[in-house]
């Protein structure tokens, strides 16, 4: 069972009642505090949250009565990370085989395990652009998570990342004469493509996925190539536009690339190939870039060992000289990027992003802001949260050292609230 847009606010809405309800006030002493606007980490901030909300910032702030205070005067306080290329339902080691033989149910099962990793690691929401299911448990988990069954990130969903025939989502080193359904949403021609997003709104997507291109773990098919007609294109983003959705994709090529933003798609994934001219078109219309820069990297530090096939690291390895020349212009153009990690590797390393980003020319404030105040931009949520701001949900975490002058430190989060309510605690809190 599927619930509407409004019915997910409201879902949230009284989540936030229950947590005001149960929770005393609190008071959180930050010895550094990035409140994702400012360009500097601020020494010895205090946070005061009442009812799952942030109440007041500032210095040397006074305990209300009753409330509970929370001791990281030794670590530094940032807003709740923001994932916008999360994929809950592959664990490490997944391979075709893994997908064609578990049922929803037990891939629901087990995204709701990987998306609680996620957020004791950090990050208070996430989005999940395309997973291998027909029947839509991402779904399921998110509006499950909203009610409060089930502790997780708030969850934003693109049910099924829709492909042509013989692209990334299809399943192409099946055998021919396998009367195998995939779980995947495979598509042709523009009224077909209709048809498919239409599908994905009944079934309560959040966000439209394309994959605009080939990719690297999927058999057969060409990263380079642009995978849709301009007139699919067209006729996804109109379609998802009408019913107030908004459309990202999987692109690497520049030419799919290129035709996806004509076509007027609000964001862009990966972007390993993307040249001055898409850049320039980026810049121009402000469209988002979420690249992923760890998982190209891991495919090709971990691949044989994981058992990737041995003609996906090929492709990896390809791509990746030319990867980091185009992603560090991305870089310096200054377009918009937000944090995504894109899980084929274990869920507790995701963080690992951080770092990569600023091996290739993101300053560690800028890696920060990718998965804060930006990721919350791209998903319009940045009134409520994405920021450390009075008024805004208590979404804080908290790690050792100044991540500005080391960034690795991003990889070992010591402490997690969400909506106010303490889900890692620190080994510093006292009462």
Not at 134 to 151: C, K, M, P, Q
Not at 408 to 426: I, N, Q
Request: hydrophobic content about 45%.
């Amino acid at each position: 069972m599927t619930v509407s847009r409004s019915l997910l606010i409201a879902g949230f809405a009284a989540c936030s009642s229950l947590v005001a309800a149960a929770e005393p006030a609190l008071l959180i002493r930050c010895g550094r505090l990035i409140d994702g606007r400012a360009e500097q980490a601020a020494a010895g901030v205090d946070v005061q949250v009442v009812g799952g909300r942030i109440t007041a910032i500032g210095k040397g702030l006074s305990a209300p009565p009753g409330a509970r205070t929370i001791d990281l005067s030794n670590a530094t306080c940032l807003p709740g990370f923001i994932d916008l290329h999360a994929h809950i339902l592959i664990n490490p080691g997944d391979v075709l085989a893994d997908s064609l033989r578990k049922s929803s149910a037990r891939k629901a099962l087990e995204g709701l395990r990987n998306a609680r990793v996620r957020l004791q690691n950090g990050f208070t929401t996430l989005r999940d652009p395309g997973d291998e299911d027909l029947y839509y448990s991402t779904i399921e988990i998110r509006d499950a998570i909203a009610r409060g069954d089930f502790e997780g990130p708030r969850l934003f969903v693109a049910p099924h990342m829709i492909s042509s025939t013989g692209g990334h989502g299809d399943f192409n080193d099946l055998a021919a004469d396998l009367a195998i359904q995939i779980p995947n949403v495979v598509v042709d021609g523009p009224d077909a493509m209709r048809k498919a997003v239409r599908e994905e709104i009944k079934h309560g997507a959040d966000w439209i996925k394309l994959a605009a291109t080939g990719g690297v773990m999927s058999a057969a098919d060409d990263p380079r190539a642009q995978a849709f007609t301009d007139e699919e294109f067209r006729a996804a983003v109109d379609e998802a536009h009408r019913h107030g959705r908004k459309v990202t994709v999987h692109a690497i090529g520049a030419g799919g690339l290129k035709a996806a933003l004509r076509a007027g798609v609000d964001c862009i994934e990966h972007g390993v190939l993307i040249d001055d001219e898409a850049i320039a078109m980026m810049k121009q219309r402000n469209v988002p870039l979420v690249p992923t820069i760890y998982v190209l990297d891991y495919i090709i530090e971990q691949g044989e060992k994981t058992g990737i096939p041995a003609d996906r690291i090929a492709k990896a390895r390809s791509l990746q000289a030319e990867r980091d020349r185009a992603i560090r212009a991305a870089f310096a153009a200054g377009i918009t990027i937000a944090f995504g990690s894109d899980t084929i590797f274990p869920h507790e390393t995701a963080n690992r992003e951080f770092a990569r980003m600023v091996r290739l020319g993101l300053s560690p404030m800028g890696a920060i802001k990718s998965a804060t105040a930006n990721a919350a931009g791209v998903l319009g949520i940045e009134k409520d949260t994405g920021t450390l701001e009075v008024g805004k949900r208590a979404d804080v975490v908290a790690v050792p050292r100044d991540p500005l002058g080391d960034v690795t430190a991003l990889e070992s989060v010591s402490f997690v609230m969400k909506d106010g309510r303490v889900v890692r605690p620190a080994a510093e809190e006292t009462r």
